[in-house]
């Protein structure tokens, strides 16, 4: 894996599956709400994922409100799979869903450390996901304090892998984008949105999923202070 020679460069991460286990908190939630709350099958955890996701970013480009947004999700999820549920009930169970999987959003143990050896380096934060959840999940594993900056879409009205958010986030540092480094897990949204914007990257390969792929890559964040020159 090639080095990246940098000095004092501004260090931008991912949140959810970067420094933040978000996929097992968000199938521990969802197994629960079907199970629990909705009393239907668990075997459509991608159907709720891609409707989540589409409502979401309906809420980031301003479309509907976030309110509308939760509401719409757990509606349309119940439709598809023939489940009538009142607005009332879907609020209730939105909530609940959405509480464990604050709750069980846990940072993986390599990243405190990681975060320790860039302590000279200005950090910070480009996530699609909501302010506060993302505030939410920073405090709850200590990891607020390392950064300075918490960029997300409703800051901008663009959602990764939009150039924008990459161009707002090295405005709001006053830095250059070649003086900025992003680290995430997708290669799509963190890799090359990051990359087509002008900064550089270097995708966190936790699964080891492009293991025969000639990219910049770590499999871990232990492995971050060898692929920057501190």
Not at 32 to 37: G, L, V
Not at 43 to 49: E, L, P, R, T
Not at 200 to 214: E, G, H, P
């Amino acid at each position: 894996m090639q080095k990246l020679k940098k000095n004092n460069m501004i260090i931008l991460f991912d949140l959810d599956d970067t420094l933040i286990d978000s996929e097992s908190a968000h199938l521990l939630a969802f197994d629960q709400m079907c199970q629990e709350h909705l009393k239907i099958e668990n075997n459509n955890a991608q159907n709720w994922i891609t409707i989540k996701n589409r409502n979401l970013n309906l809420f980031f480009e301003g479309k509907i409100s976030l309110e509308e947004h939760r509401l719409n999700s757990i509606i349309e999820f119940c439709k598809i799979n023939d489940f009538k549920i009142s607005k009332a009930e879907a609020e209730k169970v939105y909530q609940q869903y959405h509480l464990l999987l604050l709750q069980s959003c846990k940072a993986f143990p390599d990243v405190i450390p990681a975060l320790i050896e860039l302590k000279n380096h200005q950090l910070g934060i480009i996530s699609n996901g909501i302010y506060s959840d993302q505030i939410y999940k920073l405090r709850q594993n200590k990891l607020l304090p390392f950064f300075s900056k918490i960029i997300v879409p409703e800051d901008i009205g663009f959602s990764k892998p939009a150039k924008e958010i990459f161009f707002y986030a090295a405005q709001e540092f006053g830095a250059s984008l070649s003086n900025c480094i992003y680290i995430g897990d997708s290669y799509e949204l963190d890799y090359l949105g990051s990359m087509n914007a002008g900064m550089r990257s270097i995708l966190l390969d936790r699964k080891k999923i492009y293991q025969n792929q000639n990219r910049k890559k770590i499999y871990s964040l232990n492995q971050l202070k060898f692929a920057i020159e501190l």
